[in-house]
């Protein structure tokens, strides 16, 4: 099972409404126990990608950096979010080509119509997940 808290939920929609029609992009941290994961927090990214309308790509300096925010909180790194302004909430061709971490999850956050999709990916291909919002 994987949970949101409305806050960060909220957040998230945010920041793909700031960065349209740019694609926003960030990193996820809570709690992973093995059988269920909490998305407490995030930690929005600046999108280094030539076209920026149509994909995300964080930079390796300040992802280092967020990680060692996130490693000085009792929390660890769930996963990676980013925005497709336009939708869909799947991932694209790019997602599958450029997505490096394996087990983690990939939110997508769709801004037409407006949802938010989990997805963890197995090193080959995206496995679609719930995302349950708690308060």
């Known amino acids: 099972m994987i949970t949101i808290t409305e806050q960060v939920a909220d957040q998230l929609f945010e920041h793909a409404r700031q960065a349209a029609p740019n694609e926003c992009c960030g ?4 709690k992973d ?3 269920k994961t909490q998305i407490t927090s995030r ?4 999108n280094i990608a030539e076209t920026t309308e149509r994909e995300y790509h ?5 992802l280092i950096g967020i990680i060692n925010r996130i490693e000085q909180t009792s929390q660890s790194v769930v996963g990676f979010y980013h925005s497709h302004p ?18 983690h999850l990939y939110v997508i956050v ?6 938010i999709a989990g997805w963890i990916w197995t090193g080959k291909t ?8 708690m308060a």
């Open 27 to 30: 990193v996820l941290a809570g």
């Open 86 to 103: 336009t939708g869909p909430s799947s991932p694209s061709e790019t997602d599958h080509q450029q997505a490096a971490w394996v087990d």
């Open 126 to 133: 995206f496995d679609k997940v719930e995302i349950q919002a």
């Open 58 to 62: 964080i930079d390796p300096e300040e």
């Open 110 to 115: 769709s801004l037409d119509p407006e949802r």
């Open 33 to 35: 126990s093995g059988h």
């Open 43 to 46: 930690y929005s990214a600046t």
